[in-house]
């Protein structure tokens, strides 16, 4: 079993490489794993990133309201 992780971090954003040979059931299934969580971590980013954005247009809304 051969496992291979980078893990790098650039302008604020963490890359995680990760490969492995596929050859026994044990490294599929932790690949498979692996993959489940970065999906998992990339929904919650961008459930975030939408939270975000919508506050700052309500934001933008409410001051161009008060300034007419």
């Not at 291979?4 to 995680?16: A, E, N």
């Not at 490969?19 to 929904?43: D, I």
Request: aromatic fraction near 6%.
């Amino acid at each position: 079993m051969l496992i291979h992780v980078v893990q790098s971090t650039k302008q604020g954003r963490t890359y995680i490489v990760f490969a492995a040979t596929p050859k026994s059931p044990e490294t599929r299934a932790l690949l498979a794993q692996f993959k489940k969580g970065v999906r998992t971590v990339e929904k919650r980013w961008k459930a975030a990133a939408a939270r975000a954005r919508r506050r700052e247009a309500a934001r933008a809304k409410k001051a161009r309201k008060r300034s007419p």
